[in-house]
């Protein structure tokens, strides 16, 4: 017992460049581990962006659409009005 507090069988100090060294090399085998795990949720995250801007874009395109019809339809209103029948109250 006496042994373990002069720290003979202790791991000597590691330098800084060492410690830097060891924790990198902690730091690949991590995402090494977590590489296939980290690529399903980009996978996951970019697919639900994905479909979130397609039916924005979607969903602009119609409105721009019925508007358009709305516009012919009060044009075809207004076009039907004037061309309609002529009385003494509307000549």
Known sequence: MAEK?????AKPALSAAEQQLFRRRQ????????AARLRGRNLLTGLA???FVVGMFSYTILSVKQERIVEELDEEVKIN????PRTSANS
């Open 5 to 9: 507090g002069t720290g003979a069988s």
């Open 27 to 34: 730091e690949l085998d991590y995402w090494k581990k977590n």
């Open 49 to 51: 962006i994905g479909a």
């Open 81 to 84: 009005h004037i061309r309609g």
